[in-house]
């Protein structure tokens, strides 16, 4: 079955794993910092802390920008963790709606904040596919009203926004090395960012806020946690992220493909990069126009009918039910509909163009041979 994504794992994976489980330390040895400075070099900030998951990221950068009992602002267009790590730090959550590339509407930011902008622990962006927010305007309006700013770049490593990496602009800045992600360390994730006292804050609270002292003693300063990602999984991250950008390459020559068999359709759009922008293309999102909305259960049957693993990004975080009880029923127009648009196609290094033809082919035979109109 041919996945919406997929890891990129090659003999050079294999063997730094097998080289890193014959070490002594299979935890808590060099790789980690290793990983690290890689990370900052590659990003282009001076601080960096890897974790078992961009979940455990974002809940230790939450709770260093001290979000308890504050407002987070953020996108509903986004994997659910964005939001419950917000939570998991004491905060309230408040969804801003998208625009139609499925990123935080800066104009919808703007209004919130103008409106009142008391009691905002901090804002929290999503670079939706792979695609940068609009850095300048966030940046700008994070600075006017003075509250800090965390970019959820899971999707986006390795992505630019004029010229430099996306990930570098946020006070600090998350990755994800899930498996579908940019690169992965099977589980793992990052915060980077050019704070030096928030990333040691993040370290400390990375190991159950535990500091050695002398030969035996150690002091606990801080309610932390286990949040250690192992030299084994470093030791991928590093060598997953020298193929990064061979990777992205790949991945931008499938989507540019469909960019030009998809123009002017009939049934659907899709999401012009801009060109002060370079997507990592984590997603290649297509949406449907709206006469088509009913019949995307239909379209997505037929696709898993035909092997072709496709995907819909994201059900809006306020429609669970979990945040419905919390929050009460939301609707945002924008999100709604994207959510009722969307569908994400494969598009990753592991395909062929030929693959690529097939999915254009059995995407405009399912269209072409949709039943009748229901719902
Ligand atoms: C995948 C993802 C996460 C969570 O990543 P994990 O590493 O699986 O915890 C958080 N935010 C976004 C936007 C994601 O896509």
């Not at 299979?26 to 900052?40: D, M, P, Q, S, V």
Request: proline fraction near 3%; glycine fraction near 6%; include cysteine.
């Amino acid at each position: 079955m041919l996945s919406y994504s997929h890891q990129n794992i090659d003999r050079s994976d294999i063997e730094v794993v097998s080289t890193a489980l014959k070490q002594d330390f299979l935890t808590g040895g060099k790789k980690i910092e290793e990983f690290e400075n890689a990370l900052c070099e590659y990003v282009g900030v001076k601080y960096a802390c890897v974790v078992n998951s961009a979940t455990s990221a974002l809940h230790l950068a939450y709770r260093v920008l001290n979000v308890n009992e504050k407002i987070v602002l953020t996108t509903p267009m986004t994997f659910v963790a964005t939001a419950n790590a917000a939570l998991m730090a004491g905060a309230k959550v408040e969804f801003i709606d998208i625009k139609d590339d499925g990123n935080i509407d800066p104009e919808k930011l703007e209004n919130r904040l103008k409106k009142d902008s008391k009691d905002i622990g901090a804002i929290c962006v999503v670079d939706f596919a792979g695609n940068s927010v609009e850095c300048d305007k966030i940046s700008a309006l994070a600075q006017t009203y003075n509250i800090p700013l965390l970019d959820d770049a899971s999707h986006a490593l390795g992505a630019l926004y004029k010229g430099e990496k996306v990930g570098s602009k946020g006070d600090l800045n998350i990755f994800s090395f899930h498996p579908v992600k940019p690169i992965t360390t099977f589980e793992g994730g990052a915060v980077v960012s050019n704070d030096k006292e928030k990333i040691e804050q993040i370290k400390l609270l990375r190991s159950h806020g535990i500091i050695k002292k002398r030969l035996w003693d150690s002091d606990m300063l801080s309610l932390g946690y286990n949040y250690r990602l192992s030299d084994v999984a470093c030791a991928l991250g590093i060598n997953q992220l020298k193929k990064l950008d061979t990777n992205i390459e790949k991945r931008e020559i499938i989507a540019q493909f469909y960019e030009k068999e998809f123009a002017q359709n009939p049934y659907f759009a899709t999401i012009k990069i801009k060109d002060y922008k370079k997507s990592s293309r984590h997603l290649y999102p297509i949406l449907f126009f709206p006469q088509f909305y009913c019949q995307k259960e239909e379209i997505f049957q037929a696709f898993i009918d035909a092997q072709i693993g496709v995907q819909v990004h994201y059900k809006p975080v306020y429609a669970f039910s979990f945040y419905k009880e919390l929050l009460g029923e939301i609707q945002l127009e924008n999100a709604d509909k994207f959510y009722k648009a969307e569908l994400s196609l494969p598009c990753h290094q592991e395909m062929s163009l030929q693959q690529a033809q097939f999915v254009r082919d059995k995407l405009f035979e399912i269209l072409e041979n949709l039943g009748p109109k229901h719902g």
